[in-house]
C-alpha cells in the first residue's frame, strides 16, 4: 500500500471524523497496559513504535526517536503480518520517513549510516512517498558529507518512487548545477511539471538565478501554466 505525495494532500484536504468506537477502544488499551508482557508488546507494536516517537519529538529527544525507529526497523525488517500482510510495506517504510525526519535534527553519524543501511536493504518495492521522502533525506545528508555520487543517486531513487511530488527533480535539477553534472534543465523542467508553482521556488533561488538563461527558458515554457495552477 505505497501512497504517492498527491494521494497524502487529498487524505489531509479531507476532514477526519473520529469513529465513534475511539474513546472505548483506548480506554480498554490504557486497561491493557497495565500489565507488563502486554505493555511490552504494545510499546513494541508499530502503532506503539510511532506513539514513542512522537512523545520524543515532543521533548525535542530527536536521538532517542532516533533510537525507537531503528529498532522497529531492525525487528520488523524480515518479520511478516500474518493478519494485514499488504501494509508490511507502508509500516515499514513510514517507520524509515520517521527515523530520517528525526535524525536530521541531530549530528549522530553513526545513527544516520545504520539508517541509510537500512533504507539500502529497504523492503520492496520502492514506491510511494515515504520511500520517496526518506531517500531524498539521505541524499541531502550524502551531500552534506560530501559524497556526491550518493547525494544524486538518492535523489534518483527519490524521483522514481513518486512520480507526483516535485521536490526530488528540483533537487537533482541543483545538483546539476551546482556539481556540473547531469542535465539539470531536463530535471528543473519536470520538476515544473509534476508542480508548476515550483517554477517560482527556480527563480528566486540564489543557485539558479546564477544561470538566467535556463531560468527565462523555464519562464518562458511554463509561466502560463504556473499562474493558471496559483491558488
Known sequence: MSLSRKDIERIEQTPFKEPPFTKYFVGILRILSKFPPIKKRLDESIGGLSGRIFRHWDKKEYEEATNVAIFGLEKYRDKKSKSLPFMDHHHWWQLMKNGVDSAKYIDNLELKQKLIDLANTGIEPLEGYDVAYSYLE????????????????????????????????????????????????????????????????????????????IVNKLKAKYSKVSNEKQP
Open 138 to 213: 539521505l541524499s541531502r545528508w550524502s551531500y552534506q558529507t560530501q559524497d556526491h555520487e550518493n547525494a544524486v543517486k538518492y535523489a534518483k531513487i527519490s524521483s522514481r518512487a513518486d512520480s507526483t511530488w516535485a521536490e526530488p527533480d528540483f533537487i537533482l535539477g541543483w545538483y546539476g548545477l551546482v556539481l556540473g553534472e547531469g542535465n539539470a534543465e531536463t530535471h528543473l523542467s519536470h520538476a515544473i511539471e509534476k508542480d508548476p508553482r515550483i517554477l517560482f521556488r527556480i527563480a528566486s533561488n540564489d543557485i539558479c538565478q546564477q544561470y538566467p538563461h
